[in-house]
């Protein structure tokens, strides 16, 4: 769905999400409209898409107030982990 206008994602997705095309990880609503909503039974996606992963914001304000769609996931990691991966994410910032 997202593909039909983020089209310069399509033929190689796996350049943008750094992960294996077709895991979970690829998804685009992974990242981007993460599990960080309560609703009664379990965790929900907000239906938002203004979610993207910040390494600084989750460090200045902590994953609770900040959930972070990376350490969702990589729940063994801790933010010092995600500002390093995120940097080698973007090497030119
Ligand atoms: C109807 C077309 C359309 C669809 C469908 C669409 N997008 Fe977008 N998206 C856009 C446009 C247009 C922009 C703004 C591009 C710009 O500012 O250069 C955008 C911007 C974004 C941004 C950047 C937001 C920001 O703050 O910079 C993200 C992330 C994004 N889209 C993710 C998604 C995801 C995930 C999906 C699927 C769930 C999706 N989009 C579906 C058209 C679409
Ligand atoms: C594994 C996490 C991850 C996945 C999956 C992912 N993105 Fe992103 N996306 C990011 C990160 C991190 C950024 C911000 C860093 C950057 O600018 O590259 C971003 C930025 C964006 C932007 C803002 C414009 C830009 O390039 O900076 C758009 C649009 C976008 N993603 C669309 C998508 C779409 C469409 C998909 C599904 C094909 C997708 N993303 C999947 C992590 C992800
Ligand atoms: C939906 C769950 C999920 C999300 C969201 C996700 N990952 Fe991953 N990630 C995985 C899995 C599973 C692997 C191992 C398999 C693979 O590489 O596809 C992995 C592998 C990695 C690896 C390589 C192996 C390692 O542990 O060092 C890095 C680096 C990484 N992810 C960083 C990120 C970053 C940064 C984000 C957010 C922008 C992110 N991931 C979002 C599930 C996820």
């Known amino acids: 769905m997202c593909l039909q206008c ?3 994602l399509r033929d190689h997705p796996e350049r943008h999400t750094r992960h294996a095309v077709g895991s979970e990880a690829s998804r685009c609503v992974s990242c981007h409209m993460p599990r960080n909503m309560d609703a009664l039974m379990f965790r929900a996606r907000s239906h938002q ?4 992963p910040d390494a600084e914001m989750t460090a200045r304000f902590g994953e609770a107030d900040s959930p972070n769609a990376c350490l969702a996931c990589h729940r063994d990691k801790d933010v010092r982990w995600l500002a390093g991966s995120m940097a080698a994410w973007r090497p030119d910032r």
Do not use: F, T
């Open 6 to 8: 983020h089209q310069s």
């Open 49 to 52: 898409i203004d979610e993207i």
